[in-house]
């Protein structure tokens, strides 16, 4: 029995499309989550709302901290999902893959698409590092650990 949580340290993290197209230059990365939503259904005269459940929102995943490299094939992918209307889909060869460490990794569930919804988001500085960032949708599922 252990008496501490087992902890992810990020130096062993990564994002990918695939199981090895690293998007390189990746900073940090957060996904938002798995929300369900409530319905009111209440009626006249009761003094405490009542819920009923409603659908999820699968949440976003955002990469961001991204050192900009306009050569990186993987960083290319994201901006064109944006620009062509491209759904990333859950795939052994170019599904987007979170990395928790150096063996699981998050995922979008088997029925569930990211619809791209931010790219071309470039940061400069004058004394430091371009950087971009990139946003996506969870539509018709949520993220799981594979």
Do not use: H, P
Request: with cysteine.
């Amino acid at each position: 029995m252990a008496d501490r949580a087992t902890i992810l340290n990020g130096s062993f993290q990564k994002v990918t499309l695939g199981a090895t197209s690293k998007i390189l230059g990746a900073g940090k990365y957060s996904l938002s989550g798995l929300t369900r939503k409530t319905i009111d259904a209440s009626e006249f005269g009761v003094d405490y709302d009542i819920f009923e459940w409603g659908s999820a929102d699968g949440g976003t995943s955002t990469l961001s901290d991204v050192l900009f490299d306009q050569t990186n094939q993987e960083q290319m992918t994201l901006n064109n999902a944006v620009v062509n209307q491209t759904k990333l889909i859950r795939s052994t060869t170019s599904g987007i893959r979170f990395w928790l460490n150096s063996t699981s990794y998050m995922t979008i569930g088997s029925s569930g698409q990211i619809l791209m919804t931010k790219a071309y988001a470039v940061e400069a500085d004058r004394s430091g590092l371009s950087k971009c960032s990139f946003e996506g949708k969870v539509s018709g599922d949520y993220m799981v650990i594979i």
